[in-house]
């Protein structure tokens, strides 16, 4: 199994920054893509960001290309999410997740941390 424990969410104002990170722990890591989702109130859950443990292979949902960047540190075992000119609109609940590479209805979800853009 894989455990995910975040941390880093929190209130912060229109145009700054907030780092999120999940440290991950289970003994087949490097068989699993991480990613960054989010749900607002009354949404559906959607994919922010996702990356591997290895190689160079990003993705990015367009409504945060060019102020989200989503990172690792493999010694840590540990996926971040750097958050810069933050808007209202980014407001939500923020999930880590690790999905199986060849079995992809395989999930892990963290707990949530909650995320609060104030106008």
């Known amino acids: 199994q894989v455990q995910l424990v975040e941390s880093g969410g929190g209130l912060v104002q229109a145009g700054g920054s907030l780092r999120l990170s999940c440290a991950a722990s289970g003994r087949t890591l490097s068989t699993y893509v991480m990613g960054w989702f989010r749900q607002a109130p009354g949404k559906e859950r959607t994919v922010v960001a996702t990356i591997r443990w290895s190689g160079g292979s990003t993705y990015y949902a367009d409504s945060v290309k060019g102020r989200f960047t989503i990172s690792r540190d493999n010694a840590k075992n540990t996926v971040y999410l750097q958050m810069g000119s933050l808007k209202p609109e980014d407001t939500a609940v923020y999930y880590c997740?690790?999905?199986?590479?060849?079995?992809?209805?395989?999930?892990?979800w963290g707990q949530g941390t909650q995320v609060t853009v104030s106008s």
């Open positions: 997740n690790a999905r199986s590479i060849v079995y992809t209805e395989i999930n892990y």
